[in-house]
């Protein structure tokens, strides 16, 4: 008996243990049944949908820094208190680990009923596992009070997943100081100004672009811009779609960054330079006045700030410009790479759960997450006018006047072929690989 | 007579019994004690071993159910994959340079640090205390050190050594070496440990009697420190060749495996494509191969390097 229970005792853990922080029910609480392996029919998490009793929602994010931590609790709290049979207890986690604990959580019989996600392929996988509530009906009502564009974002064959509350687009962030001693007056607008100006601003002993190869995927910005600009957004879009990159228009945006990569614009040791821990990582060498700029996302005066000593990174210093168009290209400068984030609901997760979403993208709370400056730009229509901080407000006029928004590659496909794109790029940062090999292994990953 | 033979069988029946259950006690007291730990190396060891073999026959995300059975496939995509095959020989590498060059560095600093001397525990202390220190802490300070223009760039620089400033973790040539150095300077304290404790075992009679015969330092080292030191370097070796087989936490944290593949290690390449790549059962194939290749070093290594220090050790059930 005593070994009979000690096994069940080690299946619980295990158990538990592979469900990590998110499981809600204490291991006594653990149905006997899970001891025994068979899926189990309920548990705490996730109660028969009921709106008499008692309901606990988990909710995991990445937002384990503040302004977002606090937020989202004073949003919890708020919601709490006008639903008080209701509970919601948030797992705020470090970006990785959440990327690390998730497919795990989704698989145990304790899965989060709310959890981050940047739709696109990532989403589309667990989708296809069967992981993901199918919210179409549920907020046919209010989906009308969200930004179309980007609720197309979180779609996999025509259904909602996911609900956004962020979309923003990747473009430069720069120095103006740094810029205006070089005497770059305006921000470049075509390529060909762009790589004029590089070397006027290495000449004043700044290094003129940031980037953090280290992690793949900023680097990988530029080559998708590059190719947007040369393919735009038909043969893009069609290129995502049909998983075929073979158009000559890839192999000339290889060529593109070769002739930027021969300038030698990037900060020394790039290929090992980190994108955003620290102050030597690539966000922390411009926000420190290392560097002139950085092709990066909405996020990045967020990111910035705490890399400083003062907290407030480059503060009036800092502008912002979209990736300029490139000469016989056919991309327009109206088309962009962006991204954003949203949330997904899990399958067997209480009608709670969305009811919440819903109070979190509402106009009000919107309005207030947006007035914190904080990167995000709210994709509630009417929520978008909080946002004061003049580079986020070009970026939110940028993106109302998008006529066309790829998702980065690396989210809009599976984690294995956006990692391996994100490699390809990264193998020609390192002088590696040619234009050509680039974008046949990028066309070889989607073939996969 | 009859009633005397039926006592005599009873007698001996009853003895019978008594040693079958003294047998049996037996048994189910060996079963008792060893079984907690069969449970734990069951559960914990064995089933997750099996379930990798089984796992890496699969084309799997990790999130649906398996159901894409490739057989062997996996394996035949490792022994393709160039980026494997780079791991498996960085890996290699590290193995053979932790041997030639960081075990000897240990041994030597080891015998420096048995003589008797004013500072010599001090010493050891300040020797062994990177092991202490946890892998994720020594990464990041080693890669604050190592930055373009950090710290050691600075002090290379201020001694009028500038001209040895490298790129020492964005050099596809270098960061293998790079890497290598600060997986030594945390483990080489651990292998001196080891020696040290190796060196105590040595009766001072032997070397006193050499030291009488005339013997000098070298004579000694080379026909008394050495032979009788030699179970401890062979395990010794042994725990360093694992340990490099096994190198991840470092790599990870200080370059992730670039730049461009350039320090993958088979650990880090594996974690890399079947969890950030969530491909986990190409994952686990790269997993089998890894223990396959620890398992046959080991048995190897046992049976032809350990055998003769473990021949007298081991008990023996018949007795």
Redesign the interface.
Known sequence: MI?RR??AT??IV?LVGACSSGATSSPSTAPASAAAGSPAPSSAASPAPSTAGKVTITWWNNANTDPGKTFNQTVVDEYMAAHPNVTIKISAMQNEDF??KL?LA??SSTPPDIFASWGGGGLR??V????VKDLTADMASWANTINVGALGLWQVDGKQYGIPFTLGLVGFWYNKDFFTKAGVTTPPATWDDFLADVPKIKATGVAPISLG????WTGAFWWEYLALRECGKDKMGAAVKNNSFEDPCFVKAGEDLKTLIDLKPF???????PAQT?A?SAAGLLANGKTSMELMGQWEPGVMGPLTPDGKGLGDKLGWFPFPTVSGGAGAITEGIGGGDGYAISVNAPPEALDFLKYYVSVDVMKRRGALNDGTLPTTIGAESSVTDPNLKDLLAKRSEATFVQLYLDQAF???VG??IN?AV??Q??G?LKAAEVQAAVQAATKK | MSSTSDVTVGAAGARRQYAQRRHLRKWLEIGLFV??AI??FV?FVLSPVVRAVYYSGFRW?????LTDWVGIGNYQQALGDPFFTGAVVHTLVILVLSLTVQQPVALALALALARNFRGRTFLRLVFFAPYVISEATIGVIWL?IL????PLDQTLQAIGLGFLVQ??????GL?LLTLFVVISWQYFGFSMILYLAGLTQIPLELTEAAAIDGARTRQMLRYITLPLLGPTIRIAFFLSAIGSLQVFGLIFIM??G???H?SDSMVTYMV?EG?????LGYGAAMAVILGVIGLVFSLFYQRLVLRRDVAGAVTSFAG
């Open positions: 070994l000690l096994a080690l299946a295990t990327k690390t497919p989704l698989n996988q667990q296809e596992a069967g992981k190869e280290k992690d793949a900060n020394d040791g790039f290929l090992g330079t620290g030597t599976s984690a294995q990692q391996a490699d990264a193998g940062f390192s590696s | 079984l907690p449970v734990l559960v995300d990790g999130l649906g159910p604050l930055q373009p223009h950090g790129l020492w973790l964005a050099d596809r960061v370059t992730g670039g730049p461009y350039a890399e969890w950030t790549r969530t491909s």
